[in-house]
């Protein structure tokens, strides 16, 4: 069926089967490839968008399910190429080895912080809690957090 | 985070370069790649551990719309050349030789066997054709623990071989054990198991396989630790010639060992490329990740371990069994290494060691993080429960077994010498930061009030790259290569076999680089993943930080003298008084005569020079590793165990590792972080069980730490 979705600003239009995920139309009909599947069925959290200021797994989305609704992707957040503030505390903290996961952690990070600017590490540990990384064993991901947290209140 | 350092790079944590398109959703995986004309596959698996398999009807599969092709282990294994997984096979494979075929024909041996792929117009119909692909099986009994496969009368995996033993026994003894044993004050006896877990790397296994039938090359895009091992098992399965096979990578959604060389499904991709002229890309889903793709480190060890009343650890006698699950990976060449590692720092005296490896119905035992390590696990395990019979401290006693740093180094009893070992000064350390005294009181206090408390110590030393020795001649991890280039527009290139999959090598090879030919940071480039301009290389076995940034260190400063002998004769200058700093060529002291190194690139390239002046700025540059030596670590955990749950939570865990010079202290950190983190999980959380009917406990559950 065909359908549109407000997809990183912009109306974005495609014909799938009921079946596709949100995550297999991003990825695989919009090319937006910064979404990443880890294990199709909610776990892991890789998958994680924006869609209407909530985070959410967009591997238990029917794409079907998102149409009227406003989608946030990763190549949303620095479409002109500069990091966001999130993005640079990552950076600066060295929050990522691989990148798998990462995708994940910056939307719901994001969607996080949006809703709790004043969140500390416990907050911020249990809002991260959903969503598994291999390769860091997590706590310079919450640095990064932590430190754009602190950064946004600063300016 | 330290920026990057005013006069080096190395030593600091430079920030990485890899992270900007990682941040942005820019990393280009291999589940991100659509080629033209691209088709899809899946694999249609065995539901039973062990069976036979006596019909399959693909014919409903092959008539449904976008389903392009059905090829089932037989039609497989007549474009395959059967044989031992690739890397095996490259790493000497010996033993027996269990006869199977690329994907299940007559037998299936554990549950998620590949027997058949299809291949569609997209992923949603290759998984519908699975569907209706009809597989009759008849249960044969599975093999489900060691134990059972050890018997005579267990029923052979592998029909040309009479038993389930693929490693044999064998027996070494080093030192006068019988000796040691009979003189012993005491003989203490342990039995450890380690069960088995698995990798699960965030990205599983995954490829797209283009062949191009007019030239004959087979291009693959892989998910791979090494694209040069790939492209050679797939050259040696599929019958290619190995120059015909060019493997080409992008970032890697992490490993820790299951992605090096070539596993069956990936064959069997290529085949079924080769076989339709077309690309074809499978991308390993969760299920399959966890059911098929391997396992770890399911071992078993009887230990006897001589003791002095004193608690001198003497003398160990060890037995060790080895479930190597259905298919032969590696499984049966871990306890070559384990048997040289077992004595780690200590100054154990004589070891017996003995092994057998078996064959279950469980998925293959595959490389895992350190595929040896269970070495530590029981050496450190052995001096705790002694220290509990023996009524010692667990610190003392390991202090007072650690080998002595001398001249000439003390030898391992297995042979190697403990060179630059720091393992006393890393306990001690570590026994410092958690205050052990405070915590026995704490832990006194606590238990009165019904908490149960804990602390763990272990030690360990890892052949990082390991010393020289007598029995390593070539140098302890043999040669490592790189090529380097000083481009036209001032850009040091580094072209390295290493495939880095989480380990910054983008960056921290370029922080070497850097310092020692003189540029800046952001004027080098790490070239990897690329099997046509990438010399051969590995990234695994504790290889790349010593062995990688070794040869980028001597290539950089081949390369410089290169540049510097050129450039010698543009400012009229001897060479030995010219250096490059910042990127600029100099004569040292007089900063007026500088020369950018794009600008003495250029005139290089612009072929006014005659043949006797070298105007080629390109190095083949080799390490043998040095001297080499040991790098290694003490960890301390403090563990609360709710005694009615038994839920176990760690309350502190400390680690103290000496790894040498640093070259990117932030990378070395997350480095060993994550390892705790996967340590933490596989002890407490992510068992891969099998019920008695061999079936995987809890599928799909992704459940990590």
């Not at chain 2, 920026?3 to 600091?12: K, L, S, V």
């Not at chain 2, 970032?251 to 991709?269: C, M, N, P, Q």
Request: with cysteine; aromatic share 6%; charged share 20%.
């Amino acid at each position: 069926m065909d359908i549109t979705v407000q997809v990183n600003g912009a109306a974005r239009t495609g014909s799938v089967e009921a079946r596709k995920t949100l995550a297999d139309f991003l990825r695989d009909d919009l090319d937006l490839t910064g979404t990443h599947v880890g294990c199709e069925h909610g776990v892991c959290g890789a998958c994680t968008v924006i869609l209407d200021g909530r985070a959410v797994r967009s591997c238990l989305m029917l794409a079907v399910q998102a149409v009227g609704s406003e989608v946030t992707t990763i190549e949303g957040l620095a479409p002109d190429g500069e990091l966001g503030t999130l993005q640079q505390a990552m950076w600066d903290s060295h929050s990522f080895q691989c990148g798998f996961c990462t995708p994940g952690f910056v939307m719901q990070a994001t969607a996080f912080l949006t809703a709790h600017p004043d969140a500390g590490e416990q907050e911020i540990r249990e809002a991260l809690s959903g969503n598994i990384c291999r390769c860091t064993g997590y706590q310079s991901i919450i640095d990064g957090v932590l430190l754009a947290a602190q950064r946004d209140r600063q300016d | 985070m330290a920026q990057i350092a005013a006069e080096r790079y190395t030593g600091a944590s430079v920030k990485r370069s890899e992270d900007p398109r990682i941040l942005t959703g820019g990393g280009h995986y291999v589940a991100d790649l659509k080629l033209p004309g691209m088709l899809h596959a899946a694999f249609v698996r065995s539901p039973l551990a062990h069976g036979r398999v006596l019909a399959v009807d693909v014919e409903a599969a092959r008539a449904l719309p976008g389903v392009v092709a059905v090829l089932t282990g037989a039609d497989l294994a007549a474009v395959t050349i059967p044989g031992q997984d690739p890397l095996f096979a490259m790493m000497g494979g010996g033993g027996p030789q269990p006869e199977y075929s690329l994907l299940a024909t007559d037998r299936v041996r554990f549950a998620g066997d590949p027997v058949a792929v299809v291949v569609a117009e997209s992923r949603d119909i290759a998984e519908d054709g699975c569907e209706l692909i009809e597989v009759d099986y008849e249960d044969l009994p599975p093999v489900m623990s060691a134990a059972f496969a050890l018997d005579a009368g267990s029923p052979p995996i592998f029909a040309n071989l009479g038993d389930n033993i693929l490693g044999p026994h064998k027996r070494s003894e080093f030192g006068d054990v019988d000796g040691t044993f009979a003189a012993a004050d005491h003989v203490h006896e342990f039995h450890i198991d380690v069960h088995r877990h698995q990798n699960v790397p965030m990205e599983g296994r995954g490829l797209v396989a283009s062949y191009d039938a007019d030239s004959g090359v087979l291009t693959v895009h892989a998910a791979t630790q090494s694209v040069h091992v790939t492209r050679m098992g797939i050259a040696m399965r599929l019958g290619i010639d190995a120059d015909k096979v060019r493997v080409l990578a992008g970032d890697i959604g992490g490993s820790f060992g299951l992605k090096i060389g070539a596993s069956r499904e990936e064959l069997a991709v290529a085949a079924a490329s080769r076989a339709l002229g077309r690309p074809v890309k499978w991308i390993e889903d969760r299920s399959e990740n966890l059911a098929a793709s391997g396992q770890a480190r399911e071992e078993s060890f009887d230990v006897r371990a001589a003791v002095s009343k004193d608690g001198d650890l003497l003398g160990l006698d060890v037995r060790m069994v080895i479930d190597t699950g259905a298919y032969p990976v590696m499984g049966t060449m871990v306890s070559g290494i384990i048997e040289a590692m077992l004595p780690g720092p200590y100054k154990l005296a004589a070891l017996g060691f003995e092994s057998t490896a078996v064959a279950t119905n469980k998925a293959s035992y595959i490389a895992y993080r350190g595929p040896w390590a269970s070495e530590t696990f029981v050496r450190e395990r052995v001096l705790d429960l002694l220290a509990k019979d023996l009524g010692l401290d667990p610190l003392e006693l390991r202090l007072r077994n650690v080998a002595p740093r001398t001249t000439p180094p003390f030898m391992m009893i297995t042979g190697r010498p403990l060179v630059g070992v720091t393992t006393k000064e890393s306990l001690e350390r570590v026994a410092r930061m958690v205050d052990i005294p405070a915590f026995r009181r704490r832990q006194a206090e606590e238990r009165a009030r019904g908490r149960y408390l804990g602390i763990g110590l272990a030690t360990f030393i890892e052949a990082a790259p390991g010393p020289r020795s007598g029995e390593a001649p070539s140098g302890p991890m043999g040669m490592e290569h790189m090529r380097l280039r000083l481009a036209e527009d001032g850009i040091v290139v580094l072209f390295t076999g290493q495939m880095p999959h989480g380990q910054s090598h983008q960056t921290t090879l370029a922080q070497i680089a850097a310092d020692e030919f003189g540029v800046p940071f952001e004027q080098v480039r790490v070239v990897v993943g690329d099997s046509d301009v990438v010399p051969f290389g590995l990234t695994g076995g504790s290889r790349s930080a010593t062995m990688t940034g070794g040869v980028a260190l001597h290539g950089a400063r081949q390369l410089k003298a290169k540049v510097l002998d050129f450039a010698s004769l543009l400012m009229e200058a001897s060479a030995l008084d010219l250096d490059i700093v910042d990127g600029e060529v100099v004569v040292r002291g007089d900063p007026d005569t500088a020369i950018g190194v794009a600008e003495v690139a250029r005139r290089a390239a612009s072929g006014q020079f005659g043949a006797d002046v070298d105007t080629n700025f390109e190095v083949q540059a080799s390490f043998d590793g040095g001297e080499g030596g040991w790098s290694g670590g003490s960890h301390c955990a403090i563990v609360e165990v709710d005694v009615e749950t038994g839920i176990v939570k760690v309350e502190r865990y400390v680690a103290a590792e000496d790894c040498g010079a640093l070259i990117n202290p932030a990378v070395v950190e997350g480095q060993i972080r994550g390892g705790i983190a996967q340590g933490i999980g596989a002890v407490l959380l992510e068992r891969s069980a099998y019920d008695l009917d061999g079936h995987v406990h809890g599928l799909p559950a992704a459940d990590r730490l």
